[in-house]
């Protein structure tokens, strides 16, 4: 049971770049979201999903986008990647938004 | 969701229980108490939750007072690999947010 995957682990990235971070769940998970880690401090939400088709923006949306085709699959795109986005995502999800949420490894991310 | 306030850091004896505390002063009457932790920067993992009632798991426990204003996470016998930053949060059960706070660096020394 691989949980949830999350891909590239490490990336890096020039200004102005695009590029997509991948998350997937097989767990059947309803519920998945993302999150970006700064160094010392906690999470913040990015942008979550409650089901195929359905995605809204949480804490720090701007400069992310995402879609949920699938159940199982949860991308966040950086259209035009900027150093202030540096930093470390994380993906998770769960049965529903009150359950357990399961996170990836995480994508660390360097944007110069 | 009700804001959180935990120490910023404690140390622990290997083999004593870890005590972690966590006030929610103003914590709503349907939001429930959750407790993540974060090894090394590694992705968080879920160690209990609960709304008024003690909840044990495998885990830890998690200790509620009364009023509901504050919480105390226990690890019973810690080990170096509890070493980590634990999250206390506070939301309404089914609600879409987990907000995380600076949490608490708990440091298990042998």
């Known amino acids: 049971n691989a949980g949830v995957t999350q891909t590239p682990k490490f990336q890096v990235l020039k200004t102005g770049q695009s590029m997509t971070l991948q998350c997937a769940q097989d767990m059947n998970h309803e519920y998945m979201s993302w999150y970006r880690q700064d160094p010392g401090m906690g999470l913040r939400l990015i942008h979550y999903s409650v089901g195929a088709g359905i995605t809204d923006q949480g804490e720090v949306p701007n400069g992310y986008n995402v879609s949920r085709s699938t159940t199982e699959d949860f991308p966040l795109r950086l259209l035009s990647a900027a150093p202030s986005q540096t930093s470390v995502y994380f993906c998770a999800s769960s049965y529903d938004p009150g359950t357990e949420a399961f996170f990836g490894q995480g994508t660390r991310l360097t944007v110069v | 969701d009700a804001k959180t306030t935990q120490p910023t850091s404690m140390d622990c004896a290997e083999g004593r229980a870890a005590n972690l505390p966590c006030n929610h002063s103003?914590?709503?009457?349907?939001?429930?108490v959750y407790w993540y932790r974060q090894i090394h920067s590694q992705g968080p993992q879920y160690i209990i939750h609960?709304?008024?009632n003690n909840e044990t798991n495998e885990m830890a426990s998690l200790i509620i007072t009364e009023d509901r204003k504050s919480s105390t996470l226990i690890l019973p016998h810690a080990t170096l690999r509890d070493t980590a930053v634990y999250y206390c949060i506070v939301r309404v059960e089914y609600g879409n947010k987990l907000v995380f706070g600076a949490g608490t660096i708990l440091r298990v020394k042998s």
């Open positions: 609960g709304l008024k």
């Open positions: 103003t914590i709503s009457g349907n939001e429930y």
